[in-house]
């Protein structure tokens, strides 16, 4: 009669585990689903703009003059920041540079479509200004954040200096009470 009593009980229990067994599924369904077409969504949604990417990098002419001059530029101010790694004052002043020729783009971009046909072969300098921020702005901003990056690695370790001295101040302190 106990074993009886107890059927009853477990085939409820039972069927209770096997609604949220078939609950779990169907959400492990929904969100497969979800996640699936999300995926999908930024797949395609990534196409328009790589296929921009390429337009754009087969539609400017590589090889004048001024802009291998720029990427240059661009180049050696990469290098003098890395090689000046340890000399955050100077860090600082090349950081006011870079901010500085971010701020004069738009400056320097209607300068240019204004006098594109003494230097160039075609005229790249939209109003908009894609091209001047993707070929000046964005490698400055990039340098920018490079020596921003490197200032908050410097001031991190200065500050454990500075913690340690502190430490091993109070530990002399409290040596020399005890003696």
Request: glycine residues 6%.
């Amino acid at each position: 009669m106990g074993h009886e009593a107890a059927a009853p009980g477990s085939s409820v229990l039972g069927r209770a585990v096997e609604e949220v067994r078939s609950a779990l599924n169907e959400h492990a369904d929904v969100v497969a689903d979800l996640f699936g077409r999300v995926s999908s969504e930024v797949r395609t949604g990534f196409a328009p703009a790589v296929d921009s990417f390429v337009g754009f990098f087969h539609a400017v002419d590589w090889k004048e003059p001024w802009l291998i001059s720029i990427l240059s530029f661009h180049a050696i101010l990469l290098l003098v920041t890395i090689i000046s790694r340890r000399n955050i004052n100077f860090q600082l002043i090349l950081s006011a540079l870079t901010f500085s020729g971010v701020f004069l783009a738009e400056r320097l971009n209607t300068f240019l479509a204004q006098n594109w046909k003494s230097f160039s072969t075609q005229n790249y300098f939209d109003p908009q200004g894609l091209f001047i921020s993707v070929i000046w702005s964005g490698p400055l901003l990039l340098i920018t954040i490079l020596i921003l990056v490197n200032t908050l690695v410097t001031l991190c370790t200065l500050m454990v200096r500075w913690k340690r001295a502190e430490l091993r101040h109070r530990a002399r302190q409290a040596r020399d009470k005890q003696d």
